[in-house]
């Protein structure tokens, strides 16, 4: 669904809805669900309900209905305290001044909101101490990395770690074969051939005396 953002130039939405309260969306040409249109309502997704055969537009009343089926559902998010005393503001003197009041306040709470969780996630950067557990994480893995280097058992034991990600070394099938190892290999050869040399000559004494 190409979705309308608030402010969009395209204009919002248009949702009829018709006497079986089916809900049937122009912008898509199909017929969706009252949960749907709370989950636009969540994307902030910019819509108005217009009854199918008057025209008339009952946003407010579908809207309501959400709230209503929200709070029904268990997704209590209204407290009883607040429903009485909103009740109480119809018929009240102040009631034409509680929707900008109500509205302004909401804006409000949203724009704080957003700060917030900027905030929070933001924190351990910003904060010294966060900063501080970073660089000490920081040198105690190096201090870790530099003791397996040096100690005659860093194989073994950076192997035995490798899962905790403190050996981030791998061996490479394109690696060169270490220098001891090659050293080692010739002198296995050197020694094969010298016994092999010996042997020969051995056989040659031997076929002498015969």
Do not use: C, W
């Amino acid at each position: 669904m190409a979705k309308t953002k608030k402010g969009d130039p395209d204009g919002p939405i248009t949702i009829k809805k018709y006497a079986n309260r089916r809900l049937y969306n122009t912008q898509t040409s199909n017929y969706i669900t009252l949960d749907f249109l709370a989950e636009m309502t969540r994307d902030d997704v910019d819509f108005v309900v217009v009854d199918a055969k008057t025209g008339d537009d009952i946003t407010h009343n579908v809207l309501t209905q959400i709230i209503v089926d929200e709070e029904s559902s268990g997704q209590n998010m209204l407290p009883v305290n607040f429903l009485r005393q909103l009740i109480s503001m119809y018929g009240n003197s102040m009631q034409s001044l509680m929707p900008s009041y109500l509205e302004a306040s909401m804006d409000n709470f949203r724009k704080n909101q957003k700060q917030f969780q900027e905030a929070v996630e933001g924190a351990l950067n910003k904060n010294p101490l966060g900063q501080m557990a970073v660089k000490n994480q920081k040198q105690f893995q190096e201090a870790i990395e530099n003791a397996l280097k040096s100690s005659p058992l860093g194989n073994v034991v950076e192997k035995a770690l490798n899962p905790l990600g403190l050996g981030d070394k791998t061996a490479s099938n394109d690696e060169e074969p270490e220098p001891e190892e090659e050293e080692i290999s010739a002198k296995d050869i050197e020694i094969m051939e010298l016994k092999q040399q010996l042997a020969d000559i051995q056989s040659k004494i031997d076929n002498l005396d015969d």
